[in-house]
């Protein structure tokens, strides 16, 4: 007998499946009385000093719209399917686990591109100046028109870098600053990837490094250096 996965049929749409612990020593936050117990005492503090106030005034209405705010956003700390430790905390998953992209990686590519829109504005109006005969004072004083022509335009930085690059112009003359762009992208990328590597470490050594002997080992080696 073959079995067939059901369906909704008024459904058109996929149902997301529910968060599930897939991380050592994480419970989803819906799921955690802790992150619960956390949710009521945020919510406990505020309500008690509600009650100072007459339920139309200023500081009573500002109070409830803080009430509000602290109902929704742990609403959407559960919904968002994110995972919390003992204390009752959402934490960060930055294995690359693609369930938890929304988490970190979306939010390091974002990162990525405002730094790089940053630094690409300051390169294009340095570049723009750098004939100028007050050189430093175009450096120290902005060239406000000229600096907001630039700021627009450096939103397509990706494009207009991918282009000089073809074209040969990204590094005509500025190999010093290429070699030194590189040093401060490997240090950021660095930075951004090192905790995947070490929390996949410390997962593997959680879960499946450390057998049953070797747990034994460690915990006698370690009642031995005690009773020295």
């Known amino acids: 007998m073959e079995l067939t996965p059901t369906t909704n049929p008024t459904s058109s749409t996929p149902i997301a499946p529910p968060a599930s612990a897939d991380i050592s020593g994480l419970t989803p936050c819906k799921e955690s009385k802790a ?6 005492q945020s919510s406990k503090k505020l309500e008690s000093s509600l009650k100072k106030y007459a339920p139309d005034s200023a500081p009573a209405l500002a109070i409830n719209a803080s009430i509000e705010k602290i109902k929704r956003r742990f609403d959407n700390y559960g919904k968002q399917g994110l995972l919390c430790g003992a204390d009752g905390l959402p934490h960060l998953i930055v294995s690359g686990d693609q369930h938890h992209w929304g988490e970190f990686v979306t ?30 004072m175009k450096e120290i004083i902005i060239d406000v028109p000229l600096a907001s022509k630039i700021i627009w335009k450096g939103f397509i930085w990706p494009v207009a870098a991918y282009r000089e690059f073809i074209n040969g112009e990204l590094v005509e003359g500025y190999l010093r600053h290429l070699i030194v762009y590189s040093l401060i992208d490997y240090c950021i990328a660095l930075s951004l990837f090192y905790p995947m590597y070490i929390h996949r470490k410390y997962q593997a050594l959680t879960t499946e490094g450390v057998g049953e002997d070797r747990r034994m080992r460690i915990q006698q080696s370690s009642m031995n250096r005690s009773r020295r």
């Open 107 to 136: 939010l390091g590519v974002l990162f990525l591109y405002i730094a790089g829109w940053i630094g690409w504005v300051g390169r294009s109006y340095l570049i723009a100046v750098r004939d100028e005969k007050k050189l430093t």
């Open 35 to 40: 992150f619960a117990k956390r949710e009521k």
